[in-house]
Every structure is written in structure tokens, then in C-alpha cells.
């Protein structure tokens, strides 16, 4: 991922904003706001003939340091693009990237009705560690979230 990637990367965020299901965010970030909160070395595209298609990154879960090897990971994919396991692979290639950088457990926030992305996730080693519910609302309607994470077999064990 580069800095030149971002309007495909902020057109696909609102694509995901569109479907409801994806963040609670109502407007995509401007890349200032993005770049400062998603880590620079866990950033991976998935391209196409036309460009960038799809996109993950990781942001740290806090900045206590103790938790250093801890991260919350997003994926979103253009509406286009959807249905060709540009998301698995880009999760599969995350977990990948991760791991290299010394990362031990990733977790996921996802919303209860997105049950393609949670079956993902489950299918990378991720597991369920509870449901966040009624933890915001958009649009007059409350999501539940489910919250997922991996713990890594490579670093830490």
C-alpha cells in the first residue's frame, strides 16, 4: 500500500459505509486521520487491471506497551469486487505480514449480520470471544459486534 493508493482506499471504505454493515463510521477519514491510526508496516492491496480493489491494515489496540504485539485488523473490499476471496487472501496475507512484524494476537470487530466476514475469519484461525451488544448505532439502527482474534502459533508461543 502507498500514499498514492488512498482514493481507491477511501472510495472503498465508503463502499463498505454504504452497506451498513461494515463500521460504524457515516464518513470515510481523511488520509491524515487514516495514515496516523492504521500501522504502516501491516498494509496489504489486492489490484486488479484498473487498480487497487481491496484493502487491509492493522491499528494497534492501545499504546500501553505491554500490548505491543496486540492488533485490530480491517478489511474492506469494493462493491464490484465482492464475491472473489480478495478478502481471504488479503486476511491470509495479513496474518502473514503480522506475524513477521512480531504480532501475537489480532482481533476483529464485526458486525453480527456480516456472517461472510465472520465465517473468514473463523476459517483463518480466527475464534469468537464474545458479542459486543447494542454497541453503537447508525442510521436509527443498533449493531451488535461480534469480536473475534487470533492468536498467533508462530510469535509468542
Not at 18 to 38: E, F, N, R, Y
Request: glycine residues 8%.
Amino acid at each position: 500500500m502507498a500514499p498514492t493508493d488512498w482514493p481507491a482506499i477511501h472510495r472503498i471504505y465508503e463502499d463498505g459505509i454504504a452497506t451498513g454493515t461494515a463500521t460504524l463510521d457515516t464518513i470515510a477519514p481523511s488520509w491524515m486521520a487514516w495514515d496516523s491510526q492504521h500501522l504502516a508496516s501491516c498494509r496489504v492491496v489486492a489490484e486488479d487491471e484498473d487498480g487497487v480493489v481491496a484493502w487491509a491494515a492493522l491499528t494497534p489496540v492501545t499504546g500501553r506497551c505491554a500490548y505491543g504485539g496486540v492488533a485490530e485488523l480491517s478489511i474492506y473490499v469494493a462493491e464490484d469486487s465482492r464475491g472473489k476471496k480478495l478478502g481471504r487472501r488479503l486476511l491470509e496475507a495479513l496474518v502473514e505480514k503480522s506475524e513477521a512484524e512480531g504480532f501475537w494476537t489480532l482481533q476483529a470487530q464485526i458486525f453480527e449480520e456480516n456472517t461472510v466476514s465472520i465465517h473468514i475469519h473463523e476459517a483463518a484461525g480466527f475464534r469468537v470471544v464474545g458479542v459486543r451488544e447494542r454497541i453503537g448505532e447508525v442510521n436509527g439502527k443498533w449493531h451488535n459486534v461480534v469480536l473475534m482474534e487470533r492468536r498467533s502459533q508462530v510469535v509468542g508461543v
